[in-house]
Antibody, heavy 117, light 108 residues
């Protein structure tokens, strides 16, 4: 059973870059053609799909975040990453990594990120 | 962007009863809808994909139906462990994939 775990700073200053990593265990990222996604939940709001990255490195992002988001994958380390540039308080929330392109079969528990000075 | 609207916001039911959760799409998403269960502090869990296909390991108490713009998640014989927030998600029209706001189910 694939398991995912997010990690990264819990506090980021406004205008800086939010950087998170998702570690994948229970299977090799190199063993199959999978899509890896990031999803977030802002306070008192629903879930928001941020984007996904394919094993090859191809990416697709939510248009609302596309100008500020970069995803990358390092299959040799069994992990993939998310960077959100020029953050504001609106980027505060719980960030989840997940496996899947269309629907999401496996999720991490999420990591809380607060944007504040 | 497709808007997914879930109702009710909160549902309180007794153990052993049936819960019916609704999800409406702002335009047709055919049957490209998934349902998730989310308990506090835990990873969300996929219950249903393709509107009606149970994910691996999901009990038969959970069933999904619908197509087009109207979808339903039904949970029969409710257990206390079914208390959670349930989300629907469309993956027909992108970008982006979109989720509903969630329905909180309280079993008491």
């Amino acid at each position: 059973q694939v398991q995912l775990q997010e990690s990264g700073p819990g506090l980021v200053k406004p205008s800086q870059t939010l950087s998170l990593t998702c570690s994948v265990s229970g299977g090799s990222m190199s063993s199959g053609a999978f899509y890896w996604s990031w999803i977030r939940q802002q306070p008192r709001k629903g879930l928001e799909w941020i984007g996904y990255i394919y094993d090859s490195g191809n990416t697709h992002y939510n248009p609302s975040l596309k100008s500020r988001v970069v995803m990358s994958v390092d299959a040799s380390k069994n992990e993939f990453s998310l960077k959100v540039k020029s953050v504001t308080a609106a980027d505060t929330g719980r960030y989840y990594c997940a496996r899947g392109q269309f629907w999401f079969a496996n999720w991490g528990q999420g990591t809380l990120v607060t944007v504040s000075s | 962007e497709i808007v997914m609207t879930q109702s009710p916001a909160t549902l309180s039911v007794s153990p052993g009863e049936r819960a019916t959760l609704s999800c409406r799409a702002s335009q047709s998403v055919t049957t490209n809808v998934a349902w998730y269960q989310h308990k506090p502090g835990l990873a969300p869990r996929v219950l249903i994909h393709g509107a009606s296909t149970r994910a691996s390991g999901i009990p038969a108490r959970f069933s999904g139906s619908g197509s087009g713009t109207e979808f339903t998640l039904t949970i029969t014989s409710l257990l206390s462990e079914d208390s959670a927030v349930y989300y629907c998600q469309q993956y027909n029209n992108w970008p982006p994939w979109t989720f509903g706001q969630g329905t909180k189910v309280e079993v008491k």
